[in-house]
Nanobody, 128 residues
């Protein structure tokens, strides 16, 4: 199972962007993302990794970091087997590599999850 992020881009201050997290690999069909906790993380240059938000549960419960609460939203596109990170009112401090991760150890799971499968990340740059 592999995770693949897409959607990163250069955007202006106050702009919006939606990132997508999907799966690939032979095992992908055995692990539909709708059944597992998926987290979005980011890491800016010179800083540690920060969990931006997470989605889990059979009824899609979401949690968010204080730094993005009210600006970012996570959703699932179950038909496309993706988890989306909708970002709005972007600020220069949101500039980072954004990565998704999935906890396939528990059906529906919880957040924070035991994330063992990670994507490679996608770059988001916000210009002032």
């Amino acid at each position: 199972l592999r995770l693949v992020e897409s959607g990163g881009d250069l955007v202006e201050l106050g702009g919006s962007l939606t990132l997508s997290c999907g799966t690939s690999g032979v095992a992908a069909r055995h692990y539909p993302l709708k059944n597992y906790a998926v987290g979005w993380f980011r890491q800016a240059p010179g800083k540690g990794r920060e969990e931006v938000g997470c989605i889990f549960g059979s009824h899609d419960v979401m949690t968010y970091a204080n730094s993005v609460e009210g600006r970012f939203a996570i959703s699932r596109n179950k038909a496309k087997n993706t988890v989306l990170l909708h970002m709005s009112d972007l600020k220069p401090e949101d500039t980072a590599v954004y990565t998704c991760a999935v906890d396939i150890g528990t059906i529906y799971g919880a957040c924070p999850g035991n994330f063992g499968t990670w994507g490679q990340g996608t770059q988001v740059t916000v210009s002032a």
